[in-house]
């Protein structure tokens, strides 16, 4: 069964500063890929999505994701924070052949200092 | 223009009543969710139905029935609710097995 893990429960960064989110996957074939964010009160909401080609994907919200096979890893980057990005954000590994179900990591609270 | 919308967005009850949320999505999707998050922010699939045929049934005591009459809509139906059964309900819905599309969630609270 395909498994995801986000190691970091809790990140605080300085506004401004850079972000990296990560987020490892457990799949014996290359799932698809997908980070959303959730905000206080909210749904959650689609970042990014990998599923083919091109390893380095881009974003809403000037957020980007790399898939390294190797390293089995899709962690999230942004090259600077602003105080709106504070908000909750999960990985999430789908697979085609499995009804379409998505395996959600525990979920990293990202908190922005001014 | 509300793409994937719940009701209630709150809905407070007493242990042992039966209650249900409603969910409908306007994008045209063939697949449709139910989420629980719990008070860590933790996301457990409930049940996914694919054009209106029950297709992920997870670990969920049978208190839990949801119901598709159409492909547009999933509603989840609760009976005898438990102190345990507090939390945010999220429906999502997705077309051909691709990203989701999370509604603004239904926090339910049981006394």
């Known amino acids: 069964a395909q498994s995801v893990t986000q190691p970091d429960i809790h990140i605080t960064v300085s506004e401004g500063a850079s972000l990296e989110l990560r987020c490892n996957y457990s799949?014996?074939?290359?799932?698809?890929l997908f980070w959303y964010v959730q905000s206080p009160g909210q749904g959650l909401q689609l970042l990014l999505k990998?599923?083919?080609?091109?390893?380095l994907v881009q974003g809403i919200k000037g957020f980007e994701a790399e898939f390294k096979r190797s390293q089995s890893s899709f962690n999230l980057r942004k090259p600077s924070v602003h105080w709106s990005d504070a908000a909750e954000y999960f990985c999430?590994?789908?697979?085609?052949?499995?009804?379409?179900?998505?395996?959600f990591g525990d979920g990293t609270t990202l908190t922005v200092k001014p | 223009d509300t793409a994937v919308s719940q009701t209630p967005k709150y809905l407070v009850t007493q242990m042992g009543n039966d209650k249900s949320i409603k969910c409908e999505q306007n994008?045209?999707?063939?697949?449709m969710y139910w989420y629980k998050q719990d008070s860590k922010k933790f996301l457990k699939i409930m049940f996914s139905?694919?054009?209106?045929?029950?297709?992920i049934n997870e670990t969920v005591p049978n208190r839990f029935s949801p119901k598709s009459p159409d492909k547009a809509h999933l509603n989840l139906h609760i009976n005898s609710l438990e102190l345990g059964d507090s939390a945010v309900y999220f429906c999502?819905?997705?077309?051909?097995?691709?990203?989701?599309?999370f509604g603004p969630g239904t926090r339910l609270t049981v006394l």
């Open positions: 999502a819905s997705s077309l051909m097995r691709t990203e989701q599309f």
């Open positions: 799949y014996g074939a290359t799932p698809y």
């Open positions: 990998y599923f083919s080609g091109d390893t």
């Open positions: 999430a590994v789908g697979l085609n052949t499995n009804a379409g179900k998505s395996t």
């Open positions: 994008l045209g999707h063939d697949t």
């Open positions: 139905y694919n054009n209106k045929e029950l297709i």
